[in-house]
């Protein structure tokens, strides 16, 4: 197996080019746009303490003392997110408008917040006409906002502990930063205020409403509720009498969270290149076509003659026709016949081009047969009248040489002539037989065109009237498979394979890149 080098990697880039391209474009733009609309937030952060110290030792709080620090903050954390905290903190935060997005948000992201207000109010508006009466309507509506603004509130916290500690911290999320601040001091204050009353519950069920602690807890709720307006209050009044304890308050961020725009852009370069890579890889690898002459050699099973690019010129095919006439004149074989596994694989203008250098530069007489009897074209590309040809021949209205088209000095072409019956009849009489073995004898080198084996078998009967074989496929085009299949056909015919012509060859690394590997 061939090593695989540098310039097998890049041949599946540059082939595969628009794939990287499209896929850095696609990305690079989509994530551009996303920077340009997104509103950036804020996030306030309040970091707090679970003390398990309580003002009763009730059984409930027994186990916090010998919980792990970890467990103690998970648990603690998942009460901040409850009903009764929420709803206190959404309470002295107030309903914000539906569209108060809209005073930090890019233009585009303006129109999308104002159809989705509308949309809000609407279904809002449908809902509450089912109801008569005016009151329980509008009591209705405020329901709904409200509902909705407690799981806005809800899905903007976050609660995270404090890895090995007994500390965890609970964020907001704003498009204000002073806003973001205030409404984490406001929840942090709400849930230090539902741990008050859960210790106050108890001690008045033990104790009595007029015991001096359960009054002292009492003021203590009473002054935190007062201060559930976000504003930072004195450490001592943060801190309290709670099993929970504030230990640092929020303060507005300075920056939005996330990455800067700029690092999001670069990376979205980067990973776009990474994607387009991939794909390109993946789409290269798909591609069950023919790219490479190493290909061709592995799949056919037969030597590789030479390759013709997209566009090719004569001294393109030089190399071709001097590996056949040295082939053919070193095991003795006349004809030749170009097979083809697809339709416009390039065979028909391949054996113009060969028989054109070959009777230039070996100078033997040089025969093209046009056994396309199907779709003949060999006229078409030698410019000559098709009025009688090999089906005249075949049928006895014309002779050989009276059929023939003498095209210079060393090469002559022989028409398929006007077609009046079956192809694969004519092809397969006899007479096709004794016409090439008396074509062999008058001309050195004999090609013969036919109709490609998708179409129809008529090559695989040539084959058994002709010396040798060389098959042709067009790279990105012909299968791996169906041409290793239309080979395999071919050969139950036992001919000679002299080998392989890759046509529409491309050389997709620029000359100045591939030359420096």
């Known amino acids: 197996m061939d090593e695989i080098t540098l310039r097998d990697y890049l041949k599946v880039l540059f082939r595969q080019k628009w794939v990287v391209i499209t896929s850095i474009v696609t990305v690079t733009v989509v994530t551009a746009l996303g920077i340009w609309i997104k509103t ?40 901040v997110k409850s009903n009764p905290v929420l709803e206190r903190a959404l309470k002295a935060i107030g309903l914000k408008p539906l569209d108060f997005e809209k005073k930090f948000a890019s233009e585009p992201r303006k129109k999308l917040i104002s ?12 809902m509450s006409a089912k109801i008569e009466d005016p009151k329980l309507a509008e009591q209705q509506k405020q329901n709904i906002l409200f509902r909705m603004a407690l799981k806005e509130l809800e899905d903007n916290i976050k609660v995270e502990p404090v890895r090995d500690t007994n500390l965890f911290t609970i ?72 099993s929970v304890k504030i230990v640092n308050q929020a303060l507005p961020p300075m920056k939005p969270t996330g990455l800067p725009n700029t690092v999001m852009l670069a990376l979205a370069i980067f990973m776009s290149v990474f994607l387009g890579v991939m794909l390109a890889f993946g789409f290269d690898y798909l591609d069950q076509s ?9 799949t056919l099973g037969m030597p590789f003659l030479g390759a013709i690019p997209i566009k090719p010129k004569a001294n393109d095919y030089e190399h ?65 009248a ?36 079956n192809p694969g009849t004519l092809l397969e009489s006899q007479k096709m037989a004794v016409l090439l073995e008396h074509a062999k004898e008058k001309y050195d080198i004999v090609f013969v065109d036919c109709v490609n084996l998708r179409e129809a078998k008529d090559a695989v009967v040539l084959c058994r009237h002709v010396d040798s074989v060389v098959f042709m496929v067009k790279e990105g085009h012909t299968r791996r498979q169906t041409a290793k299949e239309a080979v395999e056909l071919l ?25 420096r590997l």
Request: contains cysteine; hydrophobic residues 45%.
């Open 171 to 242: 964020s907001y999320r704003d498009f204000d930063p002073g806003v973001a601040a205030a409404i984490a001091n406001i929840i942090s204050r709400s849930y230090v205020i539902f741990d008050l009353e859960q210790q106050l519950a108890e001690m008045q069920v033990k104790y009595g409403d007029k015991n001096l602690a359960v009054i002292q807890l009492s003021d203590s709720i009473s002054r935190m509720e007062q201060n559930l307006n976000g504003q930072l209050l004195p450490n001592i009044e943060a801190i309290g009498p709670a």
């Open 115 to 126: 159809w989705q207000v509308a949309s809000i109010n609407k279904k809002i508006e449908e």
């Open 40 to 79: 950036p937030t804020y996030e306030a952060t309040v970091t707090m303490q679970v003390s398990a110290q309580k003002g009763v030792e009730a059984p409930y709080y027994m186990p916090l003392i010998n919980m792990q620090n970890m467990q103690v903050a998970l648990s603690q954390s998942e009460l």
């Open 290 to 298: 023919f790219k490479t002459p190493q290909e061709v050699e592995a």
């Open 320 to 384: 071709i026709s001097d590996q056949l006439c040295f082939e053919l004149k070193d095991r003795k074989l006349k004809s030749l016949m170009i097979s083809a596994a697809y339709p416009k694989e390039g065979a028909t203008m391949a054996i113009m081009s060969l028989a054109k250098s070959v009777s230039a530069k070996c100078r033997p007489k040089v025969l093209v047969v046009d056994a396309n009897l199907r779709k003949p074209a060999m006229h078409t590309a030698f410019k000559i």
């Open 491 to 515: 050969a139950k015919a036992k001919p000679v394979f002299l080998g392989a012509i890759l046509g529409s060859r491309t050389y997709v690394i620029p000359k100045a890149i591939y030359e």
């Open 386 to 421: 098709n009025k009688a040809g090999l089906v005249d021949v075949l049928e006895g209205s014309v002779s050989f040489d009276e059929a023939v088209h003498k095209v210079t000095e060393n090469l002559s072409v022989l028409t398929s002539g006007r077609i009046n019956m």
